[in-house]
């Protein structure tokens, strides 16, 4: 039976070109294109395009691998650059990868007789920059902290590279399936204070935020987001839906992080 894949690409000329070439060499090579149903999907861009290709593919995950590819800046989940387009269907054609799994974040938003759930493989975060916003937090059924501010954030392992860095959260290493809580622009003073650290959580871990009022803030989820009006609480625990990630190229975590950053 022939392999088949699929190509989600960056909308630039340069990613749409990378795009032919990737399926003229494959096709050449004996694989089929398939966009309803492949074994392994390229995402030419950079981690927002393969943000973009794991929520395309969501329903696919447990047959479906994924490979990123370059086509501008560097990103934590491509391993091939545009240049090294031979390089990468001489390995997907010819090896076999070592599959890196991530578990997705299972967020569950509910409200007055309504209940919606999302998926997210980086993070997702509540931010409200209209007024300042009030959360309980719920961790494993009991009560944490009230935080005022901004927002949260609540990461992977492999997200926390991403938006949760930029918010001085941790960086934590491959093949530590942890949860990452951390504040955006908390408030901090004598009458009102909260914990004002990232939190690091056990896999198993599931946290509930729960407001009166979320008007005028904003549910993010990896590149998606919608807004929040009458949902009163946010349910978010680790998924068993689960991203693979095919690595072809010999890589430790640490080596990937230190050219990255």
């Given at each position: 039976?022939k392999?088949?894949?699929?190509?989600?690409?960056?909308?630039?000329e340069t990613?749409?070109?990378?795009?032919t070439?990737?399926?003229?060499?494959l096709?050449?090579?004996?694989?089929?294109?398939?966009?309803?149903?492949?074994?392994?999907?390229?995402?030419?861009?950079?981690?927002?395009?393969?943000?973009?290709?794991?929520?395309?593919?969501?329903?696919?995950?447990?047959?479906?691998?994924f490979?990123?590819?370059?086509?501008g800046?560097?990103?934590?989940?491509c391993?091939?650059?545009?240049?090294?387009?031979?390089?990468?269907v001489?390995?997907?054609?010819?090896r076999?990868?070592?599959?890196?799994?991530?578990?997705l974040l299972?967020?569950t938003?509910?409200g007055?007789?309504?209940?919606?759930?999302?998926?997210?493989?980086?993070?997702m975060?509540?931010?409200n920059?209209?007024?300042?916003?009030?959360?309980?937090?719920?961790i494993?059924?009991?009560?944490?902290?009230?935080?005022?501010?901004?927002?949260?954030?609540?990461?992977?392992?492999?997200?926390?590279t991403?938006?949760?860095?930029s918010?001085?959260?941790?960086?934590?290493e491959?093949?530590?399936?942890?949860?990452?809580?951390?504040?955006?622009t908390?408030?901090?003073?004598r009458?009102?204070?909260?914990?004002a650290?990232?939190?690091?959580?056990?896999?198993?871990?599931?946290?509930?935020?729960r407001?009166?009022s979320?008007?005028?803030?904003?549910l993010?989820?990896?590149?998606?987001?919608f807004?929040?009006n009458a949902?009163?609480?946010?349910?978010?625990?680790?998924?068993?839906?689960?991203?693979?990630?095919?690595r072809?190229?010999?890589?430790?975590?640490?080596q990937?992080?230190r050219i990255?950053?």
């Open positions: 039976m392999q088949t894949f699929a190509v989600v690409h960056r909308p630039d990613s749409r070109q990378l795009k070439e990737l399926a003229a060499k096709s050449e090579k004996g694989w089929a294109e398939d966009e309803k149903q492949p074994d392994l999907v390229f995402a030419i861009g950079g981690d927002g395009t393969f943000l973009y290709a794991v929520h395309e593919y969501l329903d696919q995950l447990e047959s479906v691998k490979v990123g590819i370059h086509s800046t560097l990103g934590f989940f391993d091939y650059r545009c240049d090294e387009m031979d390089l990468c001489q390995d997907v054609t010819h076999s990868p070592q599959c890196e799994s991530a578990r299972q967020v938003v509910r007055e007789n309504q209940e919606k759930t999302v998926y997210a493989l980086n993070e975060r509540i931010e920059v209209t007024k300042t916003q009030l959360m309980d937090i719920d494993n059924g009991s009560f944490f902290e009230t935080f005022r501010g901004t927002g949260l954030c609540l990461c992977t392992q492999i997200g926390s991403a938006y949760n860095r918010l001085g959260g941790a960086v934590i491959s093949g530590l399936p942890l949860l990452q809580l951390s504040e955006i908390g408030i901090h003073h009458a009102y204070r909260s914990l650290s990232p939190l690091i959580l056990r896999p198993e871990s599931v946290i509930r935020l407001s009166a979320f008007e005028g803030a904003f993010c989820y990896d590149h998606l987001c807004n929040l949902e009163t609480e946010i349910e978010v625990l680790q998924s068993q839906k689960q991203v693979q990630i095919a072809y190229r010999d890589l430790a975590y640490l990937r992080l990255l950053f």
